[in-house]
């Protein structure tokens, strides 16, 4: 028995929760210290289940990051999402529903509360974005966002200036049971490397593309091939559901295209430390969130 299992060490799974956009991805990534989830300005960016792992000398957290839950699933894709959220919550000793403190709540909040309501897990409620928020508000802010819900407790933070980040985990730590880390030490996600690099990718399409292509965006690696110690090939390809689609992801003379592929390329040498030559396709392949082949041949399923 190691010396971390000897003394009352914690360990448990802890699954984000809340509507798109309020900053659940950013916290997982903060929490973790290391970037595992993209991140964007357009909602419903996450679309898979994204694990990442805390560690502290009390305990090690296991954060499960969910897709933004959805109003009603229009495509077969959304039922995915809400589906694989669902799941998360199933597996988790403590929920964090997170909510945007520069906004008073609103439907989909309220949705995203009523959710949990049948669980019987400890829920922190955790007011995030407080660096861009009217203090003058905030108080009265809290007290809206408590009428969601019955929590176990709060805390106001700030996940991109690291606000108030640590008596965050203290708390969770208060709340996990003792147990023996369930990852080797040092571990930071399961996410295998393919998806991480077709997510950076993603993440690129939603920045870059103004339209609302992105929705209709998967990308999928084709080849992943180390050259040498010093040099990696990538072919991915990038799936959209409107040959107009197409038209605007590759842009006048390839323009747009060259701009995704360029910063890809850049996060992508950061992630693998090599340097990555990066082979672009754009490819139709029509409604595919309605299709259940494209859909599992995409990962979402
Ligand atoms: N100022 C500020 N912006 C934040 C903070 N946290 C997140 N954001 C921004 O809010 C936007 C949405 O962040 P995400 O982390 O993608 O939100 P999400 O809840 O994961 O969204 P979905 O995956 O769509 O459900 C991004 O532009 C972030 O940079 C914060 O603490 N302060
Ligand atoms: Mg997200």
Known sequence: MTEKTAKKFKSGFVTMWGRPNVGKSTLLNTLVGEKVAIVSPRPQTTRNRIMGICEVDEGQIVFLDTPGILKKPKQKLDEYLVKSARTCLRDADVVLFVVDATTQPHGDDRRAAKLLRPLKKNILLVINKIDITDISHLEERIDEFKQLGDFTGGVAVSATNRININMLIDKIIDLLPENPAYYP??????????????????????????????????????????????????????????????????????????????????????????????????KLVKNWRKDENALRRFGYK
Not at 225 to 250: D, G, W
Not at 251 to 274: A, D, W
């Open 185 to 282: 030490e040092g571990t930071i996600t399961d996410q295998q490397d393919k998806l991480t690099i077709a997510e950076i990718i993603r993440e690129q399409v939603l920045l870059v593309v103004r339209q609302e292509v992105p929705h209709g965006v998967a990308v999928v690696i084709n080849e992943l091939t180390p050259r040498s110690n010093k040099l990696t090939y990538i072919s991915a390809s990038i799936f959209v559901e409107k040959p107009t689609h197409k038209q605007i992801i590759v842009g006048e003379s390839g323009k747009m295209l060259k701009e995704i592929g360029k910063i890809s390329r850049e996060n992508i040498q950061k992630f693998l430390g090599t340097k990555v030559y990066l082979d672009l396709w754009v």
